[in-house]
Nanobody, 127 residues
Framework: QVQLVESGGGLVQSGGSLRLSCAAS????????VGWFRQAPGKEREAVSC????????YNADSVKDRFTISRDNAKNTVYLQMNSLKPEDTAVYYC????????????????????WGQGTQVTVSS
């Protein structure tokens, strides 16, 4: 069974840090592009970051550049999102996704088009 499970969300003050984890089962993450999306109440889904399977190249949205870092631990079959200098506008449910598409296609896929989509983890940043 192909599955992604996110963890690490929580409540943090503005300027603080959190690290989200996305653990995969049923398939090797290093064969896939894996990334993070977020959705705040009343807003559309936003692409945050992704890491490609073949080269490990990373891509980040301008809104999180220089603050968020995506990485992968192949031994643990887990992708991480290190979030620093958090702002109240980072408050959202964060979702992990995986697919074999290239990164520029990855960010355009609908939720039901991904090979795997996690259940989400809430991140709340207080001012």
């Amino acid at each position: 069974q192909v599955q992604l499970v996110e963890s690490g969300g929580g409540l943090v003050q503005s300027g603080g840090s959190l690290r989200l984890s996305c653990a995969a089962s049923g398939f090797p993450l290093d064969d896939y592009t894996v990334g993070w999306f977020r959705q705040a109440p009343g807003k559309e889904r936003e692409a945050v970051s992704c890491i490609t399977g073949s080269t490990g190249s990373t891509y980040n949205a301008d809104s999180v550049k220089d603050r968020f870092t995506i990485s992968r631990d192949n031994a643990k079959n887990t992708v991480y999102l290190q979030m620093n200098s958090l702002k109240p506008e980072d408050t959202a449910v964060y979702y992990c996704a995986a697919d074999r598409s290239d990164w520029y296609q990855f960010f355009l896929l609908d939720e039901n088009e991904f090979a795997a989509w996690g259940q989400g983890t809430q991140v709340t940043v207080s001012s």
